[in-house]
């Protein structure tokens, strides 16, 4: 977007010279009074916005924002962003109001920031900052029309905004006093990347909790509740989740190597990329769960209900599954190398 400056010329808004201590800028002028000259630094300041030259880019300009005083040059101002009002008001096509003494221009603006936007302007970079400081610059920098900076600040709201989103709302401490109550409930809450790992969570309610990348390993959740929980990449390397419900829950590539599944509830559980080596989920009910690319070398799945599941690319050589009710299950593309199939319910299952 092209500063509405660029096309032409005149005097920006907000802009005025900068106030003197002697005589307020708002009172009119003496008939026939003349300005005073600029100062011998900003003559050349002003002489080098209208020479074509190169190196008049590189004079000084001096700038009072909000009553703070910054000194640049012209290139600063106008190389990074050339189609911002900054770059707009430097390029020489405009005569800006200038204080009679010091030649200052004064914009009416917040100083406390303008430092970020001269940085900005000479390096491209701005110190890490608060959220609430970063909406501060934002605006700033969308009033100058500085689109580069606008869209970096942007981008780092959007990273604070993840980075909080996967922030877990307990401790392990906190966990451990919860477990000491008779009935525990996280239903809902934000548990990721905790280390729970070995600790007794038995009949605990987790259901549509976020758990991701929580480690479970060697930890007790018989009939614990999981139900429509976020679990992708967390642990669970030897847990014992017997009779768990994982109903709907997304474990997608967790980790559940030799761990106790028997008789869990995982219908319409996504599983895909999940590592079940050595598992037993014996007697688990699989129905319609997504075991897309899964590794159940050498699990247990004797007498498991797989009914609808898709086994496409999961590898399950070695894999007991006798018994197991494998109705309408595609198997074209899964590795049953050396898998036990005796007395598994393959009608209309595809081979």
Request: net charge positive; proline share 5%.
């Amino acid at each position: 977007r092209r500063s509405k400056w660029n096309s032409r010329p005149g005097r920006p808004p907000h802009l005025n010279p900068d106030p003197s201590p002697l005589r307020s800028p708002h009172l009119p002028r003496r008939h026939g009074q003349n300005p005073r000259p600029l100062s011998t630094l900003n003559r050349r300041a002003a002489a080098a916005m209208q020479s074509p030259e190169s190196s008049s880019s590189a004079a000084p300009v001096l700038l009072n924002i909000g009553g703070t005083k910054y000194a640049t040059t012209a290139e600063t101002l106008t190389q990074r962003e050339p189609d911002s009002m900054l770059a707009a008001m430097f390029s020489g096509r405009h005569t800006l109001p200038q204080h009679p003494t010091t030649g200052a221009v004064f914009v009416d603006r917040d100083g406390k920031h303008f430092r970020h936007i001269l940085n900005w302007l000479r390096d491209g970079a701005i110190p890490t900052l608060s959220e609430s400081e970063y909406h501060q610059l934002l605006r700033e920098a969308e009033y100058y029309q500085l689109l580069g900076l606008a869209d970096y600040i942007n981008e780092k709201l959007a990273l604070k905004k993840t980075d909080n989103s996967c922030e877990a709302e307990l401790t392990r401490k906190d966990v451990i006093k919860c477990i000491q109550a008779q009935k525990i409930r996280f239903r809902g809450l934000n548990l990721s990347g905790l280390d729970l790992s070995k600790l007794d969570l038995s009949e605990v309610d987790f259901s549509y909790a976020c758990i991701e990348r929580t480690n479970f390993s060697c930890a007790n959740l018989h009939k614990a509740k999981f139900r429509l929980v976020e679990a992708a990449h967390s642990t669970f390397e030897q847990a014992n989740l017997h009779e768990c419900e994982l109903t709907g829950a997304n474990l997608q590539e967790a980790v559940l190597d030799r761990a106790n599944v028997q008789s869990a509830n995982l219908q319409d559980a996504c599983l895909m990329g999940c590592s079940f080596i050595e598992t037993d989920v014996r007697s688990a009910h699989l129905q319609n769960a997504n075991l897309t690319g899964a590794d159940l070398n050498g699990a247990n799945l004797e007498g498991a209900n797989l009914k609808g599941a898709k086994l496409s690319g999961a590898n399950l050589q070695g894999a007991n599954l006798q018994r197991a009710y494998l109705r309408e299950v595609d198997l074209r593309e899964t590795d049953l190398t050396g898998a036990k199939l005796g007395g598994a319910n393959l009608l209309g299952a595809i081979r």
